[in-house]
């Protein structure tokens, strides 16, 4: 007879598996390092055990943006792309349950490849900076479907392996996917990056002021 349950883990668990093989394979190669294969699989299933608990991925019908539960924030992630060469833009903002912006911030991304890197790179970075402000019960909010594709089917995705490792978000922090209308704020922050050529990166408290009416008009829908 056969366990489903034990086949579904062991497909979940196989990109972490030759992830680990692929880093055990660099350790022994450049440090002369050998890793315990038992160590190997058992770091494996942690990792993707940590990635099923933190991913949290939902298709929201609404058209507007939604204010977070009471006791948790919400961090929306936007990001631009083109084909033409120019530096990528990322963007965050972070508001509170009542729909007030507790803080943005914009960055730029060279030699990024594809829309899909961009996008993964956003999110990375917003993850981080969550980390680093030791912000808690974190809800991120992406638009990005192809994104959504990646972090639902890591092992279809291969070559992006190394940026869905990294986008590890702690416990009691969740993904979710929404509506274009619902993240224009955080995508209209990254798309001045690639539009406007606004380069320099930084993280301010409050939110533009030039999207002032929009958020406004969010905090209180």
């Not at 050998?34 to 942690?46: F, G």
């Not at 912006?101 to 993964?120: G, P, V």
């Not at 990646?150 to 869905?164: A, R």
């Not at 030039?210 to 406004?216: C, E, M, T, V």
């Amino acid at each position: 007879m056969v366990n489903h349950n034990a086949y579904d883990r062991i497909r979940q668990v196989f990109p972490w598996l030759l992830w680990q093989i692929w880093k055990a394979r660099n350790s022994l190669v450049f440090n002369k390092l050998h890793v315990n294969p038992h160590n190997m699989v058992a770091k494996a299933y942690e990792e993707a055990e940590l990635w099923q608990q933190a991913q949290s991925v939902e298709v929201r019908a609404t058209s507007k943006w939604c204010k977070p539960s009471q006791g948790s924030i919400k961090c929306n992630v936007g990001s631009s792309w083109n084909k033409s060469g120019h530096p990528s833009g990322a963007a965050w903002i972070l508001r509170d349950h009542n729909g007030s912006t507790i803080m943005h911030s914009r960055r730029a991304y060279f030699a990024l490849r594809s829309k899909e890197e961009a996008d993964l790179y956003s999110l990375l970075w917003a993850v981080e900076s969550m980390r680093d402000l030791r912000k808690h019960h974190v809800s991120f909010e992406s638009s990005s479907t192809e994104m959504r594709d990646i972090l639902l089917n890591p092992q279809n995705f291969h070559h992006f392996h190394h940026l869905v490792s990294a986008i590890t978000p702690l416990r009691g922090w969740s993904v979710h996917h929404a509506n274009l209308e619902c993240n224009s704020v955080a995508g209209a922050i990254a798309t001045s990056v690639t539009t406007g050529r606004r380069y320099q990166s930084y993280v301010a408290s409050n939110g533009p002021a030039w999207l002032h009416s929009l958020l406004s008009a969010e905090a209180i829908s």
